[in-house]
């Protein structure tokens, strides 16, 4: 009898956190069980599911890309990787937000831009644990926030190509796939435009 009462409390929370839904004036990213807002849905959903509330990608398919296009914002969302984990997040421009188990933290732009800029703090949680990011977009400077720790402030995103090459203002967000096929986890993907 006992555990009936344990059971249906528990139930209970489970369900308030699920519907507590977005902060005010964000969206989510993440709809239900489905990969709705997201594009190539049928292609991307052979390695991405939204499983109890997380986007969960196995280490195969592409990465996946929002269907609307993004300038200004702020994007608030958790991720967790195992050992060997990498992914990111890619801007509008193409320029990686790295999430990768190394020493040297998560948080910086490591590919995809003019030159390396090194998370000015490692706040990476212990692999396995859930790590949140707050991505701040605007005017073409990026600021990324780090389970509370601001690892990278007001860095102009500029591509590395020669000749330079700035990239779109304007664009789809990417989740990356790990390129090393391990399992990437995100959850709580909120988004507000500034």
Known sequence: MKSRHLIIPLVLVTAAAFAAGAPKGFTSLIAGRELAGWQEISAAAEHWKVENGELINDGKGTDLATAKS???FELRLEWKIPPKGDSGVYLPGGQQ?????????SGGFVFNHKYTVSPAVVADKPLGEWNAFQIRLLDGKVTVTLNGKVVMQDVPVEKGFEPPMAGPAEGP???QKSPHNVMTTFRNVFIREL
Request: proline residues 0%.
């Open 97 to 105: 937000v790295q999430i990768w188990a190394k020493d040297s933290g």
């Open 70 to 72: 993004y300038r200004n």
């Open 173 to 175: 967000l990417r989740l």
